[in-house]
């Protein structure tokens, strides 16, 4: 990942387009922001997102933000508004098995790659959130807290979450007793407690060490994935 290109600066008062406009400055365009949610949760899929915003006040979303400042109904709001108004948008899950079998940062970083690269417009520049992903294709720029200060990375994160929301509902109605629809896989006290009691699901990550304590080996059976990956 690169730094912003020679000619291009951001000012502390640019707002949440102002990554966006500055590269636009110097003929960047478009501008695929990528983010993903559930890296830390002990259960269920890693989910990451990828965005193109257009340029001018279509791509100016109402109440965008970072995605964890956000109510659910906002989320909710957002999400439709980005997937009306964005030139392009994809989003890919790792399921809670391959997540195990890649480890955490390799799945999120192939998870990053892979929603880049299934947008059906290909972008001049990728912004991230927090760490540099290589192998992109475009030159880049990681970005600290990056869904908070550029458009395009808080609208792939509110696309992540929504959609990893939704899939832990879902695991929710075939395995009632963890409350996924709840804690959304988190490693909260309710949650830890049903592991406890019950032990482990399909859903559960067995290299998180909270986990591993609870393996009994009647829950080893497998279940269907619901569909993970969406694009348009």
């Given amino acids: ?97 391959e997540c195990d079998r890649l480890g955490m940062h390799v799945a999120n970083v192939q998870a990053l790659r892979r929603a880049l690269f299934r947008l059906d417009v290909r972008p001049q520049y990728v912004l991230t959130d927090g760490f540099g992903v290589d192998g992109l294709g475009v030159p880049g720029l990681a970005i600290w807290k990056g869904d908070r200060v550029a458009a395009c990375i808080a609208a792939a994160s509110v696309v992540a979450k929504v959609t990893r929301d939704r899939i832990m509902e879902h695991w929710d109605t075939v395995y009632p007793q963890y409350g996924f629809a709840i804690h959304k896989g988190y490693c909260t006290p309710e949650h830890q407690a049903a592991l406890d009691e019950y032990g482990p699901c399909p859903q559960h990550r067995r290299r998180f060490e909270n986990v591993r304590r609870s393996l009994r080996p009647d829950m080893g059976q497998n279940v269907a994935s619901p569909t993970g990956v969406e694009s348009r």
């Fill in 1 to 97: 990942m690169s730094a912003l290109p020679r000619g291009s600066t951001i000012r502390r008062d640019a707002g949440l387009y102002g990554y966006e406009r500055a590269l636009r400055r110097v003929g960047l365009d478009p501008i695929a922001g990528v983010d993903e949610a559930g890296r830390g949760p002990c259960a269920g899929p890693l989910v990451a997102a990828a965005v193109i915003l257009p340029d001018g006040k279509r791509g100016q979303i109402p109440e965008l933000a970072d995605s964890k400042l956000l109510t659910a109904k906002a989320r909710e709001r957002c999400y439709d508004e980005i997937r009306k108004r964005a030139l392009a948008w994809s989003v890919v899950s790792i399921e809670a098995d």
